[in-house]
């Protein structure tokens, strides 16, 4: 007869878990909090983004002005015979629009909805933009939030704002986690679909209607630029050709702004920054953060002009193009035009309700399809580390600190009755003092934070390489995973608790961190213990830690996700990116 195997239980910790909704429950939420008008700052001043309304209106009418007295002149005038918009050089795409461009306009069109009020809603969790690696308040470019108070505790949390359901998505205060499962999806669809319009776009001729193959477009590009300023507009050839602006929009968006987009969004990851040494130093976090959303204006302001220019052109004849496939003055592709318009607002309308209703329907679609990337990214060993003079000023603080008497207790005599207990599935049990800890190997290291709100920093951190302590207990060839015990409470009450994937703990600059930037670990950032694990988000790196236990599997600690914010925000136990 086989033995049977017992699994240990858990540590005395764990009925402390609190179970969590399946929906967001608005009562027990985050309250709301507006922001302000988006400011940007010029030099030490802070300049309302509202100042671009006026200043765009008297712009557009001066243009207007200037372009009109331009075209009477006879230097203009020859310049626009000369280069009436389209090059001559270049060559005609006789095929029209064929169905598959007709498809993925307009999968396009409703992919980039929802990456665009996803983003939107992930820029509100920290309303702040900065070029620096770290995140000293004051040091933002840009912002739509007040500045930071500096007469309490101001942690990232409180620093997120609101935005309106039907913009962001599921514009609900601090709902970042569902937003990024929005957006990382679509963003898959997005990129698989663009994929998709390479190919074909080279293996057809079409992408002779989009990359430029004279310096002709560059006039070209002037004079129709003149013309359409003027109001009065050039002579429309897009069946086969486009004109010298129009290519050089769409030549920008498809092959300058689409891979600048992936590339940033992949940059503000720790487990790829952490793991590219000096690319990921030079386009550190913020910088990629800044550049992706300056490429995220370049859409919006592309898709605004774009459907302005469809109505103002010839709503007939752009409509026939791109949803009927035909040059002709019938009104074949406008009934399709108000379909797909319709289908896009549906989609717009039901995004935010459905979310709020069904959010771990969400997160589990989601899982399923970028979870496996994320799994993938954690096999990267991360292996850059920086300098004394990269140290932040400031590192914001977040999480609910604890507040027990117990820890108190703890803190009173400086963690010296502190035990820490690892538990499990492992061959040796062990329960580690302050002492001891302290006792062993201590590694240091000067790493980038990198939370899921967006926010960056820098610290030198001391401590034990989880290595060792894998060593001494010695886990079983059962044991896949490592939970991590805080002494404090979640926000929505009951024990806050994550999940690692074991090799995650083998990976060299994983520790049980008891200092930092060359002190002990206060209690705002973690003290007695918290752990550094830099190829993952700052929420998976539990603060206060109080008990580690190896398990098979998590899926009976909490709501099974892998960890408290998974539990309760609706994060993804696999956080890389």
Not at 3 to 15: A, E, F, M, N, Q
Not at 53 to 78: D, H, K, N, T, Y
Not at 97 to 107: A, D, E, G, R, T
Not at 130 to 144: A, I, L, M, Q
Request: with cysteine.
């Amino acid at each position: 007869m086989d033995s049977v195997k017992i699994t240990p239980p858990h540590p005395s910790i764990t009925p402390t878990l609190s179970g969590a909704d399946d929906r967001i429950t608005l009562s027990n939420w985050l309250p709301p909090q507006q922001g302000i008008v988006p400011v940007i700052r010029i030099g030490h001043r802070w300049v309302s983004t509202l100042w671009a309304l006026p200043i765009a209106a008297a712009a557009f009418i001066l243009l207007i002005a200037v372009a009109q007295s331009l075209r009477e002149l006879p230097g203009v005038q020859a310049f626009i015979t000369a280069y009436p918009g389209i090059a001559q050089a270049a060559p005609s795409v006789e095929s029209g629009f064929p169905w598959w461009l007709q498809l993925q306009h307009f999968l396009n069109m409703l992919f980039m909805m929802f990456i665009i009020r996803a983003g939107i809603q992930i820029l509100a969790d920290f309303p702040r933009l900065n070029w620096h690696r770290d995140c000293t308040p004051g040091t933002e470019w840009f912002r739509f939030q007040h500045a930071v108070p500096k007469d309490r505790v101001w942690t990232s949390k409180d620093d997120s704002v609101t935005i309106p359901q039907w913009l962001g998505i599921p514009g609900v205060r601090h709902s970042i986690g569902l937003a990024r499962w929005w957006h990382f999806s679509i963003v898959l669809l997005w990129t698989i679909n663009g994929v998709a319009f390479y190919v074909l776009l080279f293996a057809t001729g079409q992408w002779q209607r989009v990359i430029p193959m004279t310096w002709d477009v560059l006039p070209n590009a002037l004079s129709t630029s003149i013309q359409y300023a003027s109001l009065n507009f050039p002579v429309e050839s897009t069946w086969t050709r486009y004109n010298g602006l129009q290519q050089l929009s769409y030549f920008i968006t498809i092959f300058v702004a689409a891979p600048v987009s992936i590339l940033t969004g992949l940059m503000q990851g720790p487990a790829i920054s952490n793991r590219l040494g000096i690319v990921g130093k030079v386009l550190n976090r913020q910088a990629a953060r800044s550049i992706h959303f300056i490429s995220f204006c370049w859409f919006v302001f592309f898709i605004l002009g774009h459907g302005i220019m469809v109505f103002i052109t010839g709503l007939r004849q752009n409509t026939n193009h791109m949803f009927a496939g035909v040059d002709d003055k019938t009104w074949a592709g406008f009934p399709l035009f108000v379909l797909a318009m319709v289908l896009v607002g549906l989609a717009w309308w039901i995004a935010s309700p459905f979310t709020i209703r069904h959010a771990r329907l969400v997160q589990r679609i989601g899982r399923f399809m970028v979870g496996w990337l994320k799994g993938l990214a954690e096999w990267w060993d991360p292996n850059t580390q920086l300098t004394e003079k990269d140290i932040s000023p400031h590192l914001w603080p977040n999480g609910t600190m604890p507040n027990s008497a117990e820890f108190e207790a703890l803190l009173a005599d400086e963690f010296a009755n502190y035990r820490l207990r690892v538990s499990g599935l492992v061959e040796t049990p062990r329960e580690f003092s302050f002492a001891d800890l302290k006792a062993m190997a201590k590694q240091e290291q000067i790493t980038t934070h990198f939370c899921i709100q967006g926010w960056s920093g820098v610290a030198k951190w001391g401590g034990v390489p989880m290595r060792d302590i894998l060593d001494l207990v010695k886990p079983t060839a059962e044991a896949r995973y490592v939970v991590f015990y805080s002494l404090a409470e979640g926000a929505a009450g009951g024990g806050y608790y994550d999940v690692h994937p074991i090799h995650n703990m083998r990976h060299r600059l994983t520790i049980l961190a008891y200092e930092m930037n060359g002190e002990p670990l206060s209690v705002l950032h973690g003290a007695p213990l918290r752990l550094r694990c830099e190829n993952e988000l700052g929420f998976k790196m539990v603060k206060w830690v109080g008990a580690i236990e190896f398990v098979r599997d998590f899926a009976d600690l909490g709501e099974g996700q892998g960890g408290y914010n998974e539990d309760h925000e609706f994060y993804g136990y696999r956080m890389p990116i």
